[in-house]
C-alpha cells in the first residue's frame, strides 16, 4: 500500500475473522473506513469492507441491510475492477454475493479465487457455502472440508464447522452435523449462527430439547436473536429462503423467543 497506516488499519480491523459477533465487527468497521481515507485506491481496505458490511447486514447486526449490502457490491466491484485476479477481492465479493441470494456469481468469482490461490482456506469454505445455498450440498462439502484440511488450528476454524454443519443438515446427516457444530464451538462460541445449527442437526435427529437449549444459547450470543430475525437472515442468505432449516426448527421454537420485542435485552 502507499500508505502503511491504512496496511495496520486493515489488519486491525479485521478482527471479526476469529470473532464473529455485533461487537466486533461494529469496532471493525470504522478502522476499515479509516484506512480507505488515508488510500482511497487501497484494495484490500476496499475488500475488506465489502465482507465487513456484508457480513453485518446479513447476520441483522446492520440498522440497513439493504443500504450495507448495496454499499458492500461497490466496494467489492471497485476492488475487483483494480485487481481483477486479486484473490482477496474475489474471495470480498464472491462471499457477499453467496451469503446474499446470488450463489451462481458467488461460485464463478470463489473458483477463481482458489485458481490464483490454491491454498486459501477461506475461498474454498466459502465457495462450499455457495454450492450448499445454490442447493448443491453434495458439491460444496468437499470444499468445507478442504478448508479445515487447509487450517486445522485456524481461528476461522469456527466459520468452516459452521458452514459444515448447515451443508451436512441440507444433506439430511444430522448426527455429523451435530459433531461438526460442537467442534466449531469448541474455537468460538459467540457467533449465533453456530448455535443455530446445532439446533437443525439435533432437531433432524429428534432431540427437540437439546435443539430449544441450543437456540437458547444463540439468544445468549446475540440478545435480538429470535425466530423473526432467523427468517430474515435465512431470505437473505438462502436460495430456498432457509426452508429446510425452519421446517426442522418452527414447529420446536421457545414461544419467548419468537420476536426479539418479546424479549429484548439490548
Given amino acids: 500500500?502507499?500508505?502503511?497506516?491504512?496496511?495496520?488499519?486493515?489488519?486491525?480491523?479485521?478482527?471479526?475473522?476469529?470473532?464473529f459477533n455485533r461487537k466486533f465487527l461494529a469496532?471493525?468497521?470504522?478502522?476499515?473506513?479509516?484506512?480507505?481515507s488515508l488510500d482511497p485506491n487501497y484494495v484490500p481496505a476496499k475488500a475488506e469492507l465489502a465482507r465487513s458490511l456484508c457480513w453485518q447486514a446479513t447476520n441483522f447486526y446492520s440498522e440497513d441491510p439493504a443500504r450495507d449490502i448495496a454499499e458492500a457490491y461497490t466496494l467489492g466491484q471497485q476492488a475487483l475492477e483494480s485487481a481483477p485476479n486479486d484473490p482477496l477481492a474475489l474471495f470480498a465479493l464472491g462471499s457477499c454475493y453467496g451469503y446474499t441470494g446470488r450463489p451462481r456469481e458467488a461460485i464463478r468469482l470463489l473458483e477463481k479465487a482458489i485458481s490464483k490461490q490454491p491454498n486459501y482456506?477461506?475461498?474454498s469454505a466459502a465457495l462450499g457455502l455457495a454450492l450448499t445455498f445454490d442447493q448443491q450440498p453434495a458439491r460444496g462439502l468437499p470444499y468445507i472440508e478442504q478448508a479445515l484440511l487447509l487450517s486445522p488450528l485456524s481461528p476461522?476454524?469456527?466459520?468452516?464447522e459452521t458452514y459444515r454443519t448447515a451443508t451436512l443438515c441440507e444433506l439430511g446427516r444430522y448426527a455429523e452435523a451435530e459433531q461438526a457444530a460442537q467442534n466449531g464451538l469448541k474455537s468460538y462460541d459467540g457467533w449465533y449462527w453456530t448455535w443455530l445449527?446445532?439446533?437443525?442437526?439435533?432437531?433432524g435427529q429428534g432431540d427437540i430439547g437439546g435443539a430449544q437449549q441450543a437456540?437458547?444459547?444463540?439468544?445468549?450470543?446475540?440478545?435480538r436473536f429470535s425466530l423473526t430475525l432467523a427468517k430474515e437472515s435465512a431470505a437473505i442468505i438462502f436460495k430456498n429462503k432457509g426452508e429446510n432449516l425452519l421446517a426442522a426448527l418452527e414447529p420446536i421454537w421457545p414461544e419467548d423467543l419468537l420476536s426479539a420485542s418479546e424479549n429484548k435485552t439490548d
Fill in 156 to 160: 476461522q476454524t469456527y466459520l468452516f
Fill in 27 to 36: 469496532e471493525d468497521e470504522p478502522l476499515l473506513r479509516e484506512a480507505l
Fill in 215 to 223: 437456540l437458547y444459547n444463540a439468544k445468549s450470543s446475540e440478545p
Fill in 1 to 19: 500500500p502507499e500508505n502503511l497506516d491504512a496496511w495496520g488499519l486493515v489488519m486491525r480491523g479485521s478482527r471479526s475473522y476469529a470473532s
Fill in 121 to 123: 482456506a477461506l475461498a
Fill in 197 to 203: 445449527n446445532l439446533a437443525w442437526a439435533r432437531a
